[in-house]
């Protein structure tokens, strides 16, 4: 479900009679050069049918109180209409809707549009630049599972079939029309530029290794060798290796640099799953009380504007996948791909 998807949906119906966008100026055109009708200055005045300012925003404020969110003030500033939605009820409806809707920013599923992804190996498996296209791979599959295409693991099943490779390897592919390209490009050396020589079970090891340096410079833990400590830490490893590939273009090179805020972000979240843990086990032991439904929590409390910022990044999330959706459909569906030499071209 996205919430902000249907607020829109909610103004284009009280603005035009129309939930589609695309008949906002066919709409409001075809009145205002109707003479017999009133000559409306703005789409405001047009979707409460009035021409008095003050009456237009108390309508149009009036009627978003039973909208997914309440509009609480209305600016009208160089032909332009700027609306402020009630802050306290639409972290509440978010929150609420995020952690009780396992279904939280997905797409309607159209099955007829099928996906599957598959990574072309010609490198060595254990090579950091493999491990990139499993992981642009594994990212795109995500992606597609939230979106409205339909994902396949059967590559005949598929009505579309990416494929994530490098310009190498894109010379010993044939292509057809269900095929389509992803081009993962190289991985350079930070010192010589050139392509690196690391292996990834390397990578892995220095950036767990950095992680447990973390734990003991910045937050004073004492060296541990019990089993679980050893697993978080191989484990924020890998995450860390994740973000320093991910934040990255695809198509562009990639030169492997440490980067002291992931280290930061991911240490701290395991820390506070591992207050969940030890939260979880007092309760299954009664010494602390479950915590109590959802509904039943009073989120007014969240009023602080580092908390509206985080909500407005969840509340976000759904528009965030579409958008990385749409240019992916783009770039696979559109047959608008970057030429690569004379190694395949696309007609």
């Given at each position: 479900?996205?919430?902000?998807?249907?607020?829109?949906?909610?103004?284009y119906?009280?603005?035009?009679?129309?939930?589609?966008?695309?008949?906002?100026?066919?709409?409001?055109?075809?009145?205002?050069?109707?003479?017999?009708?009133?000559?409306?200055?703005?789409?405001?005045?047009?979707?409460s049918?009035?021409?008095?300012e003050?009456?237009?925003?108390?309508?149009?404020?009036?009627?978003?109180?039973?909208?997914?969110?309440?509009?609480?003030?209305?600016?009208?500033?160089?032909?332009?209409?700027?609306?402020?939605?009630?802050?306290?009820?639409?972290?509440?409806k978010?929150?609420?809707?995020?952690?009780?809707?396992?279904?939280?920013?997905?797409?309607?599923?159209?099955?007829?549009?099928?996906?599957?992804?598959?990574c072309?190996?010609?490198?060595?498996?254990?090579?950091?630049?493999?491990?990139?296209?499993?992981?642009?791979?594994?990212?795109?599959?995500?992606?597609?599972?939230?979106?409205?295409?339909?994902?396949?693991?059967?590559?005949?099943?598929?009505?579309?079939?990416?494929?994530?490779?490098?310009?190498?390897?894109?010379?010993?592919?044939?292509?057809?029309?269900?095929?389509?390209?992803?081009?993962?490009?190289?991985?350079?050396?930070?010192?010589?530029?050139?392509?690196?020589?690391?292996?990834?079970?390397?990578?892995?090891?220095?950036?767990?290794?950095?992680m447990?340096?973390?734990?003991?410079?910045?937050?004073?833990?004492?060296?541990?060798?019990?089993?679980?400590?050893?697993?978080?830490?191989?484990?924020?490893?890998?995450?860390?290796?994740?973000?320093?590939?991910?934040?990255?273009?695809?198509s562009?090179?990639?030169?492997?640099?440490?980067?002291?805020?992931?280290?930061?972000?991911?240490?701290?979240?395991?820390?506070?799953?591992?207050?969940?843990?030890?939260?979880?086990?007092?309760?299954?032991?009664?010494?602390?009380?479950?915590?109590?439904?959802?509904?039943?929590?009073?989120?007014s409390?969240?009023?602080?504007?580092?908390?509206?910022?985080?909500?407005?990044?969840m509340?976000?999330?759904?528009?965030?996948?579409?958008?990385?959706?749409?240019?992916?459909?783009?770039?696979?569906?559109?047959?608008?791909?970057?030429?690569?030499?004379?190694?395949?071209r696309?007609?």
């Open positions: 479900m996205d919430l902000l998807n249907y607020f829109n949906d909610e103004v119906s009280y603005l035009l009679k129309s939930k589609d966008s695309k008949h906002v100026w066919i709409n409001y055109l075809s009145e205002f050069c109707d003479k017999s009708c009133i000559n409306y200055q703005n789409i405001l005045f047009y979707g049918e009035q021409n008095d003050i009456k237009a925003i108390e309508t149009f404020k009036n009627a978003s109180s039973v909208w997914t969110f309440k509009i609480v003030e209305v600016i009208i500033k160089n032909n332009s209409c700027f609306f402020n939605i009630e802050r306290s009820s639409c972290i509440t978010t929150v609420r809707e995020i952690f009780m809707n396992s279904n939280f920013g997905m797409s309607e599923k159209f099955n007829d549009e099928s996906v599957n992804v598959e072309k190996y010609a490198e060595d498996e254990s090579s950091l630049l493999s491990y990139r296209k499993k992981l642009i791979g594994d990212v795109m599959r995500n992606l597609i599972c939230y979106s409205k295409y339909a994902y396949t693991n059967e590559p005949s099943n598929a009505k579309y079939q990416v494929i994530v490779t490098t310009v190498a390897n894109l010379k010993n592919l044939e292509a057809s029309t269900r095929q389509k390209f992803v081009l993962c490009a190289a991985i350079l050396d930070p010192k010589t530029k050139k392509k690196i020589q690391t292996s990834l079970t390397e990578y892995l090891s220095k950036r767990s290794q950095d447990h340096l973390i734990s003991i410079h910045k937050y004073g833990i004492r060296v541990k060798t019990d089993d679980a400590f050893k697993e978080l830490i191989e484990r924020l490893g890998k995450n860390a290796t994740n973000l320093d590939i991910l934040e990255v273009k695809h562009s090179a990639l030169i492997l640099t440490s980067n002291s805020k992931q280290e930061f972000i991911l240490y701290n979240s395991a820390r506070l799953e591992r207050i969940m843990e030890s939260f979880n086990k007092k309760v299954d032991e009664k010494y602390y009380e479950k915590l109590p439904h959802l509904n039943n929590i009073d989120l409390v969240l009023n602080e504007e580092e908390e509206w910022k985080l909500i407005k990044i509340l976000l999330f759904p528009d965030t996948i579409n958008r990385s959706i749409n240019d992916l459909s783009k770039d696979l569906f559109k047959f608008i791909f970057r030429k690569c030499s004379d190694c395949l696309l007609s």
